[in-house]
Structures are given as C-alpha cells and as structure tokens.
C-alpha cells in the first residue's frame, strides 16, 4: 500500500506550533483531568477513512483552544499531534453541547509521519482543553480505537476469543458409582467467568467459577452407557472475552460387577437321598452358574443349582459355588462345607414272603417284597416261632423235623449303599 503524504497545511501547522512549544500533549506538571470519554465516528472504518471525534460536553472554562493527540504502537511514547492548537470556535457543536472534531487526514497518513506502516492494537485520541497560549490545560477527553487488522479498526475493544479443553479423571470407562473429575481449562487464562458441564444437553450441577483458567466438577452420579461430555465456557463480560465450547468427550460407564446380596449356603437335608440346593442372590447379575464341591473338588457334569446326594457323597463335605455374570464382569460366592449323612432307612413297600409247600423237606424261596428307595442287596434269617434258627441266612430254606408243627416266618434286610438298612418280616405260616 502506498502511503499518502502529510497535507502540507496540518504539517506547517504542526511544525510551527512545535517550535513555539505551545503544542502540548496533557498538563505541564500534573496530569489533568480527565472530562470524559469522546464518541469516535464511523463507528468502524479502514485506515483511510475520516475519523471525527465528538466530546460529551463543552471544555470547561477558560478554555478557548484545543489540541488532540494520539498514542500507541508505533508512536512515540508521549504521542504524536493530529489536530494542532485551534480555538475551539471553529468547530462545530454537537446537540448535547460537546465539540465536533473532524481530524485532518487519516491514520495512514499518521502513521507515515510518525515512521511506521504496521497500525495494530489500540490507539488513544485525547483532546485537551487549554488556552491559546501558555501551557496550562483544563482536562482532557480520550477515546480508543483497535486495529483488528493492519487496515481495519473499531471503536469498541475486541473480543477475544476463548478456547476450553475438557479432561476426565480417571479415564473411562469406569464402573457405576465411580467418582469422576472433571476439568476445564479456559484459555486464555485471564478471562473471567463461568463453565457448565454438560453430559449431551443436560447440565451436571451448577456452573463452577473459573480460576487461574481452571474450573472442576466431580460427580459420581453418571448413568450407566456412552456419555458426551462438554465444558462451555461463559465469559462474565461478553465484550472482553467469547465463549466457548470443549469438544465433546465420550465417556463410558459401565454397570457394577455383580455384588452378593445374601452368601450362598448349602440348604435342605443334607443327608443321601436327598435334593439340597444353591440359596445364593446377586444384585446386578445378568446370569448366575452353579457348580458343586466335594471335599473341595469341583465334581464334573454338578452344574445345577440343585444337587440330589448319591452313595458317593456320604460322609464326604458337599459346597456349592455360584458364578454371577453381567457386561462388566463376575463375581463368585462359594458356601461354606456341610457333611452328608447317610439317608433314611430303606422303607418296605410289599411285606417280604417266601413261596413253597409247607411242609418238612420241601424248599421254600424268599420274596424280599419292595422298598423305597430300591434295595440293592438283601440279608435273609428265617425263623421259628418268631427266633432265628441258625445258619438259616440265605434266601432260601428246607424246613426239618425241628420245624414240623411250628410257625416259620422270614425277616428280610433290605440294603442300599449310603443308606440305613430297612428291615421287614413276613407272615408266619405253620409247617406239616
């Protein structure tokens, strides 16, 4: 871009007006006061546009002249004149009293005379109230500007812009119930307000000041699934800083392992014979295995949660261990060992009997009758008149000489192994 030169008139203007020293920025010894801020028009422009700056109110008496100045980057430290010392008179008045101040040439151009081609930032117009001679001023007005550019400037202060990241801890997935952190970090640090967390559009609690570009919240109360999670970031003044949203997090939680409610136990008669089962329960559980124990020894094919106790089991502990399942995981409850008794006696059923003629040398045959649970072995004592003749102990008999005349019966011993023998006598019948 090519920079205009200075229109000759300002600059004799200004060079005249230096080398009388009468153009002064501010007050010669004390800073003066400051009357107030000045409107800049148009409210946005380039740095070739016109810039006029209206005061808010007249200058105080005895001013009857005044002088504007400009600083910023670029500029010298004590700024640069841009309108020199003009008697107020010959400018126009704004409706609510205040001076309507046209300056004279661009910023462009103020910036080629002060040396630089790079306008940024913020600059500041101060219009001070004076007289036309000497050097005592009567307060100032002051207005800014910002270059959001090399070429564009405004006349409010820029926003600047935020960024918020969002960090959990600890990091997922983690089960139902876990307390979670979470952490925004706004940047740039400076800027004030507030952050909301967000799990999709609902807020989690309420929104946590921002500190040192930091602000957190735990909580334990995030539902089982996939979340996404998001710091918004609200700046307490809109006009310094924007907001600003984290990008969203996906979080996973996952549902509690299976937790015992009641510890499992072997319950029923705990005895051959007899059907004991697995009393366990879970909270959470999707499925629930069982397996048996003997003597600490998981027995193959025991995947029931009932167990009927066989010969095999008598006298040995039985456990029973259960396997509770769902997505996140398991967990096992194994009862305590309970000894197994032998079962009941064998119960008879059909009276034992025997089948023969009734007489001395003729055989009789015994029927042992039936039991419950089957007998899978049977002791045989004939008898007498009610007493056991000896030797007579296998299932069948010949009846003697001794016996003629007398009543011979049959008491059989029904066996099974793990259980109590049960025992029957038949009807006595009397032997010719």
């Not at 661009?106 to 630089?116: D, E, K, L, P, Q």
């Not at 997922?172 to 740039?188: F, M, R």
């Amino acid at each position: 871009m090519q920079v205009k030169a200075v229109r000759r008139p300002l600059a004799a203007t200004l060079v005249t007006a230096l080398a009388a020293g009468a153009l002064v920025l501010g007050t010669s010894g004390a800073e003066a006061d400051v009357l107030g801020p000045m409107e800049v028009s148009p409210a946005t422009g380039t740095d070739t546009s016109g810039i006029t700056l209206t005061t808010p109110a007249p200058c105080p008496d005895p001013s009857t002249n005044l002088i504007v100045g400009v600083k910023g980057a670029g500029f010298p430290t004590d700024g640069q004149i841009v309108v020199g010392n003009s008697p107020i008179s010959t400018y126009a008045t704004a409706p609510n009293g205040g001076i309507v101040v046209p300056l004279s040439d661009t910023m462009r151009n103020y910036a080629s005379t002060a040396g630089f081609t790079t306008l940024q930032g913020r600059y500041d117009f101060t219009l001070t109230c004076r007289g036309a001679f000497g050097s005592a001023t009567y307060g100032d007005f002051t207005a800014p500007i910002w270059f959001t550019s090399d070429t564009a400037y405004q006349n409010t202060a820029p926003v600047t812009a935020t960024t918020t990241k969002l960090a959990a801890s600890p990091a997922g997935p983690v089960v139902q119930g876990t307390s979670v952190k979470l952490t925004a970090t706004v940047s740039p640090s400076a800027a004030a307000g507030t952050v909301r967390f967000l799990d999709g559009t609902t807020q989690i609690g309420g929104a946590v000041t921002v500190s040192g570009g930091v602000a957190t919240r735990t909580t334990s109360s995030l539902a089982v699934g996939t979340h996404s999670l998001k710091a918004q970031f609200v700046p307490a003044d809109p006009a310094l800083y924007g907001g600003s949203t984290s990008a969203a997090l996906s979080y996973t939680v996952k549902i509690k392992p299976p937790a015992v409610t009641s510890a499992a136990k072997v319950t029923g008669t705990v005895r051959v014979g007899s059907t004991v089962t697995c009393s366990v329960t879970f909270s959470g559980a999707s499925s629930v295995a069982y397996s048996w124990l003997r003597d600490g020894t998981v027995l193959s094919g025991g995947t029931g949660r009932t167990r009927a106790l066989g010969a095999a089991d008598r006298a040995h502990k039985i456990a029973c261990r259960a396997k509770a399942t769902n997505s996140t995981g398991s967990t096992t409850s194994t009862s305590p060992s309970v000894t197994v008794a032998l079962g009941p006696d064998l119960k008879n059923g059909t009276k034992p009997s025997f089948t023969g003629t009734r007489k001395v040398g003729y055989k009789q045959t015994a029927k042992p009758g039936t039991w419950t649970p089957a007998a899978q072995s049977y002791g045989y004592v004939w008898k007498r008149d009610g007493r056991a003749i000896t030797g007579a102990t296998r299932s069948t008999y010949t009846p003697t000489s001794a016996d003629r005349g007398h009543l011979l019966s049959l008491t059989v011993t029904a066996k099974r192994a793990g259980f109590a023998d049960g025992t029957a006598t038949s009807a006595a019948v009397r032997i010719g």
